[in-house]
């Protein structure tokens, strides 16, 4: 399957968590080393100056640093890690929601830089980059020989400054070159469209716009559709890889009054915090269908578990990824910063999600095309090594195939959200109770 990555988020693409930027000291704390830690760490000074002095090849002692201290993080659990300088200034512009760049988004194949899409209104697009492109160099530098995020890095930079792009395109018998300049590039954490009567809105990210994306989005959709025709909203989780907790707490409470949200547990007993839903619904009570699959995971499975408790919403769809815990990003200056996992986050019926993941009301698959047939596309927490085991994990553990058709036509899970928002799709097996979530809540 290609790789894919999008300029709107250039560089390492945010993993599976529910981030908070909460930044500061830890909450409680440890006790103090005792004197066996000491000898320890007299161990590792020790094999550290070995190192440096008797291996084959001078080692650079900052990788040997760094690859320590991230042995010594991923040891915890695969979400604890050390960001350099560099890899923290990715996170913050991941999370911002801008960065100063292009505006497209691409992939590789055949060794060169595919664009899949110019964003409208960017640089790229007022600039003549056309879906379908192949950028063979960069500044004169051939794309041959880089990784994808190398050449994605060379193609961010300061606003206003400007990057030639030396261009191959179908139907065109010499390469093309084209001069962009650089600019701010916003990014659309939320894309809505209508189908008829009902409001799709796919969140792909929760960065720090995704709440006011989403409020334009549901705006936008009311001002299209009149009240008395809309039939209800689809939101679509589905290969949504988390993001900050805040903004999972705000887009929840979009579509709730009342009611516990997400709490979060940390260490201490003790250390216990409650979200909350303020009153007002923002759809105004229109029904709702959210649909989640294997690469839903962290922050939508926050949102998704809110909505399903609370019975705002009916759940389509296969089972999430199940990752229930919270990583605290602690500053440490110019050295970079700990992304720590400080909590876990349960949902307002008392569930962990941790390595069980959220069950849909009603599990709709999605059939592989043929070409992804006999690949193994399931995500789940509970695969990763290492990882927390959840107090509700069970033997079946968590994850489903994490694919979503290109096309709508071919997309059976949105087509059975569509159908039973607008009452032509019954399931037999669904509510298997007066309790389970309804559509006219």
Do not use: C, W
Request: charged content about 25%; cysteine-free.
């Amino acid at each position: 399957m290609m790789r894919k990555l999008s300029l709107l988020f250039a560089g390492a693409l945010m993993g599976a968590s529910a981030m908070s930027l909460v930044y500061g000291a830890p909450g409680s704390t440890a006790n103090a080393a005792g004197s066996e830690t000491y000898k320890q760490l007299a161990i590792f000074g020790d094999i550290f100056e070995r190192v440096r002095a008797q291996y084959v090849t001078p080692p650079d002692d900052k990788s040997l640093v760094e690859n320590a201290i991230n042995g010594m993080l991923t040891s915890l659990d695969p979400h604890s890690s050390y960001m350099n300088a560099e890899e923290a200034q990715d996170m913050r512009v991941q999370t911002k929601g801008e960065f100063g760049g292009l505006g497209i988004e691409v992939t590789m194949e055949n060794d060169l830089v595919k664009v899949i899409t110019p964003i409208d209104d960017t640089p790229a697009a007022k600039a003549g980059v056309l879906a379908g492109d192949y950028i063979a160099k960069i500044d004169g530098e051939e794309v041959r020989g880089l990784s994808l995020n190398d050449a994605v890095e060379k193609m961010r930079g300061l606003v206003n400054t400007p990057i030639k792009l030396t261009i191959l395109r179908q139907g065109a018998d010499k390469p093309i070159e084209l001069t962009v300049v650089r600019d701010i590039i916003k990014v659309k954490a939320v894309k809505f469209r209508v189908e008829n009567d009902i409001g799709y809105m796919k969140i792909t990210s929760f960065t720090e716009k995704t709440h006011d994306d989403l409020e334009n989005a549901i705006d936008t959709i009311k001002k299209q559709v009149p009240n008395e025709k809309l039939k209800g909203y689809v939101l679509d989780l589905r290969l949504n890889p988390g993001g900050l907790l805040d903004q999972a707490v705000s887009v929840s409470d979009a579509f709730l009054n009342r009611g516990e949200i997400v709490s979060t547990r940390g260490r201490d007993p003790k250390d216990v915090t409650r979200f909350d839903a303020r009153p007002g619904d923002d759809i105004d009570g229109k029904p709702l269908v959210v649909l989640l699959n294997g690469g839903s995971a962290s922050a939508s499975e926050i949102v998704a578990g809110a909505l399903q408790d609370l019975r705002r919403a009916t759940v389509v769809g296969t089972q999430s990824f199940g990752k229930g815990s919270v990583q605290t990003i602690v500053p440490l200056g110019e050295n970079g910063a700990l992304r720590l996992t400080t909590a876990l986050y349960y949902t307002p019926s008392g569930k962990s999600i941790q390595g069980k993941g959220i069950t849909p009301d009603i599990k709709v698959d999605q059939p592989l095309p043929p070409e992804l047939q006999g690949r193994d596309l399931t995500r789940g927490e509970s695969d990763l090594k290492g990882h927390i085991k959840g107090t509700d994990e069970g033997d079946t553990g968590s994850g489903s195939a994490a694919y979503v058709p290109p096309e709508p036509k071919d997309d059976l899970q949105l087509i059975f959200a569509e159908q039973l928002l607008r009452g032509e799709k019954t399931d037999p097996a669904f509510p298997p109770n007066p309790d389970k979530a309804v559509l006219n809540q």
